[in-house]
């Protein structure tokens, strides 16, 4: 069993920036990717950001330039560090990480851009 912990999320202006982290818990195996999904009001659950065992990274292109990921194997944490925030980026932020075992899921975070 895996548990993963969020923090992080907020309220921030358009043009602010916030930064997101999640740390896993529990039996952990072989971690072949960590990822950042997001889901708004009314639309699908989407990929925001990935990162592989071996350090790539891909991201939608709706935040390419402004969303950075990063991560560190040896605390079982990802980051998503999120800069020039839009109202569109509004949404529920979920960490997921792929495992040797499977997959796991975060419960989700807030994230709020608004004037």
């Known amino acids: 069993q895996v548990q993963l912990v969020e923090s992080g999320g907020g309220l921030v202006q358009p043009g602010g920036s916030l930064r997101l982290s999640c740390t896993a818990s529990g039996s952990i195996s072989t971690i072949y990717a960590m990822n950042w999904y997001r889901q708004a009001p009314g639309k699908r659950r989407e990929l925001v950001a990935t990162i592989n065992n071996g350090g790539s990274t891909n991201y939608a292109d709706s935040v390419k330039g402004r969303f950075t990921i990063a991560r560190d194997n040896a605390k079982n944490t990802v980051y998503l560090q999120m800069n020039s925030l839009k109202v569109d980026d509004t949404g529920v932020y979920y960490c997921?990480?792929?495992?040797?075992?499977?997959?796991?899921w975060g419960q989700g975070t807030q994230v709020t851009v608004s004037s």
């Open positions: 997921n990480y792929l495992l040797r075992v499977g997959s796991s």
